[in-house]
């Protein structure tokens, strides 16, 4: 579904000189396909995930979604970032409806559209309140409602539960797990944490540093539905060394 | 046998904690006392002393007139303070209300593109330059003697801080609010709007504070300069006449007004974007 074709991402910097985001980077996504990236930071993930949601030019390839190449952003793409950032000026509904109001397209439904996504994530009863009243944890809950709220058949996630407490954070792995078990899309999913990457993901794609490359695309076998718990596979630790030797190297992953 | 000391502080620690915590929080006191009651108190002190000291060191009302000498001179013709009162409230609200009108649209302009910047913010500054008193009778000879030039120099006053105020407010929307805009397919107008604008809300109130206390400023600059009337005007000719608790009660009568116009702003903020945070709070 998502044709990512040797792509390259330069940056001119402040000094005029050029700098190397990504290179030849290709990935092929398939429809309702999980697909984490993982790197360390500098690496180009965010970028990445901005290049295939139409947000940043391509220098060199390009971003194909189903046979349209991406020059623009997309609508039915859905985008939650790093922070949750809501409106503060609008209620919780109002920022969940306004990727709808935006396109123009709220009809008589699209509140009741709203409320039963606030519902799946365990917000009922939040709509009318400001971002201010609620939790780090529930206001990235209403940003997933919002990305959620156009019915887009991909997913693009920078980071998003990064800003939470562990405790949380767990927590909405396990809804985000469900919200794609009932509605299946196609997720890029971006992410420091590698016991996070493996728990969502079908496939792993493990980004070196500077400039961005694929070091490997690690498949993850761990059966699903998925649960905490599951860690302790044989699978799951075998995708989860693998990234970390990708990452650190086979010599620093082990403590001396 | 022990002394009767320990046995006392021994009962107290096998004692059930009780309601009482050995922290003790500061109670907060409501909000009409702090933000109501606090400040007239203050103000109604300031006043006491100042009368207090007056009578004490017997000052001579030339110098400094005591607040019942003012009171007194003042409230002796109200028609004539009055018609003053109004006649500067009038040039204080024109000039803000230009202000607010011609902020907006440039700064606006001043964050659409680097280049249109580079070309206005140079003249915005030129216009900061020029001494206001010393442009004052020049612009009477343009203008001619009628309100149009104290407007125009109480907009002069006002009008800067709230451009620059805005367009902070503009360019300083987080760059994922623009880009969830974006990924919504929002135009250049649309992102204005529907995100830049009502993110600037905060920014834009805390400017029009600073220009409606700047436009007291500006009507009474230019009254000094030329005016028949207004309370700047009335300073200015009962100085010369050594009216001076006349002179005092304009000069309170100025900053009621000053307190009473910026309160407003505050109230309209307060009802009309209850969500603002209100960036310019007293740092407490």
Redesign the interface.
Known sequence: MIEIENVSKHFVSRDRDRVAALTNVSISIRRNEFVCLVGPSGCGKSTLL?LV???LPVTQGRVVIDGQQVS??R?E?G?V???P?L???ASVLDNVL??L???KRVTRDSPNRAKSLLKLVGLDGFEGK?P?ELSGGMQMRAGICRALVHDPDILLMDEPFSSLDALTREELTLELMRIWREQPKTVLFVTHSIPESVMLADRVVVLSPRPGRIAEIVPVQVPRPRQFGMEALDEFQRATSRIRQLIFGVERTTVH | MQPAGSVSSSSALSAPPSTESYITEPRPLPAWFVEVVLPIAAIAALFLVWEAACQFFAVPSYIIPAPSAIWKETSANPGNVGWHTLVTTKTVLLGFIVSALVSLPLAVLLTSSPLVAASVYPLLVLTQAIPKVALAPILVVVLGTSELPRVVVTFLVAFFPLVLSIASGLVSVPPELIELGRSCKANRWTELWRIRLPYAVPFIFSGLKAAIALSVVGAVVAEFVNADAGLGYLIQTSTAFFKVQLAWGALIILSIMGIVLFQIIVAVERIFFPWSPGIDKPPV
């Open positions: 901005r949601g139409g947000l623009e952003p609508a793409t985008i970032f790093q922070s950032t409106l503060p000026w306004f990727p109001k935006m396109m400001y201010r």
